[in-house]
């Protein structure tokens, strides 16, 4: 990455170059975790803590299994069983962990900005995943790393993104990323669920009709309905929602031609994506979680050597 990129904060920060970095560097890890032996020592004496102030599966086990791979000393830290319970500030809870001689923080949190708001107060290198409705920018990387491998670029591919893309920091990572490096964009979902400045912000199309978006696209990157961040109802019912939405094998089958599908996970099954869909030929989900662990190898490994940029 550029020596300016000290920390991933964000998609919005990096330039296409830095992107084309990480990915590149992903497809080597790619092949190193293909072997029979896939350790590398990469990142051998560098002592990385997972502070995660949000529940996390994916996620949270895809960085780990990372950091264990370059051979990293890991330290992890769950927020519900810390001192922030006891009212402990996150500043300061990081300025202890630091004064262990930390080399890198992999920072979740529920209030966007929480990771900038580190990165100026800290020398450690900040990896976001995840800031509140803000940005998931390592899950940008996984899903355009997934999308590479499928159809060989990026440029000129034709990407809904479909759901609530009002409460998710991956439509925005996405966007941001997707715009970057050439490809289409349509956003898709309940007109109470996409913010009206998208089309002014990040010049991207906007539709009402799941009918529509589906039959423009060549990938449908399907998203989970946040119920835990609404403060209303913004839809009837969950039914209602899959009736209307929701991407079920019945839709699919009105298409003239197979779409890939994608979801970052988790899935509410029956909801925003029939059981059929996710599991079916033209899913690629589960690459999406296996494409997580190299991607955030490379993340971590070029952090942690600016001079390889």
């Avoid at 990480?22 to 020592?41: D, N, W």
Wanted: aromatic share 4%.
């Amino acid at each position: 990455m550029k020596s300016a990129v000290q920390h991933l904060l964000g998609i919005k920060d990096l330039h296409q170059e830095d992107i084309s970095l990480i990915l590149s560097t992903a497809k080597q890890f790619k092949e190193v975790l293909q072997r029979p032996v896939k350790k590398v020592p990469s990142l051998r004496d560098i002592t990385i803590v997972n502070l995660f102030y949000e529940n996390s599966t994916r996620t949270r086990m895809s960085f780990e299994l990372a950091q264990k791979r370059l051979s990293a000393d890991v330290i992890n830290f769950s927020a519900s069983t810390s001192s922030a319970k006891k009212g402990e500030t996150l500043l300061d809870t990081v300025r202890n962990i630091l004064s262990m001689k930390v080399d890198m923080v992999v920072m979740r949190h529920s209030a966007s900005g929480a990771p900038h708001f580190l990165a100026q107060h800290i020398p450690a290198a900040i990896v976001n995943a995840g800031d509140g409705i803000n940005e998931h920018p390592t899950q940008a990387l996984l899903d355009a790393f997934s999308m590479i491998e499928k159809f060989g670029d990026l440029k000129g591919l034709k990407v809904a993104i479909i759901g609530d893309i009002m409460h998710s920091r991956v439509a925005l990572s996405n966007m941001y990323l997707l715009k970057k490096m050439g490809a289409k964009i349509k956003v898709c979902g309940p007109p109470t669920l996409i913010p009206k400045h998208l089309v002014e912000a990040l010049q991207v199309e906007v539709t009402y009709s799941v009918e529509d978006a589906l039959q423009w696209c060549d990938v449908a990157n399907v998203l989970r309905i946040q119920l835990e961040r609404q403060n209303q109802p913004l839809f009837s019912s969950l039914r209602e929602y899959n009736l209307a939405y929701g991407i079920t094998r019945a839709k699919l089958d009105k298409l003239q031609q197979p779409i890939t599908i994608m979801h970052p996970g988790p899935i509410n099954r029956g909801v925003e994506l029939d059981s059929d869909v996710a599991d079916g030929p033209h899913s690629i989900i589960l690459d999406q979680v296996e494409n997580g662990v190299a991607v955030r190898m490379a993340v971590m490994f070029l952090l942690s050597n600016p001079n390889r940029s």
